[in-house]
């Protein structure tokens, strides 16, 4: 299995992109975690202190996409860690 996190950065600009997709306020980081052929087994949403956050209401193509960009161009996953000032 691997795991790849997409961080507060990304999402506030990925955000800015899309029109709202039922993202928690709270949201700090998506843990994506894939098998080994690259199919997704889970998503875990969660806040800067890294608490859980309910994912029922995001938008299933936003996380169809928020998975594309986990995955990376060449389809390794990769890890994304950066701070925003809109990140707590």
């Known amino acids: 299995m691997t795991t790849s996190t997409i961080g507060c950065e990304e999402l506030v ?9 039922g993202f928690p306020d709270q949201l700090a980081t998506i843990v994506f975690e894939f098998d080994p052929r690259g199919g997704l087994l889970d998503v875990e949403a969660r806040d800067a202190q890294g608490r859980g ?11 169809a996409a928020l998975t594309r960009n986990a995955k990376g161009t060449e389809n390794a996953p990769r890890d994304i860690r950066t701070r925003h000032a809109l990140c707590a």
Do not use: G, N, V
């Not at 600009?13 to 997709?21: G, N, S, T």
């Not at 029922?56 to 996380?63: N, P, R, V």
């Open 53 to 63: 956050l309910d994912t029922a209401a995001i938008d299933e193509s936003a996380i």
């Open 13 to 21: 600009e990925f955000k800015r992109q899309w029109p709202y997709r």
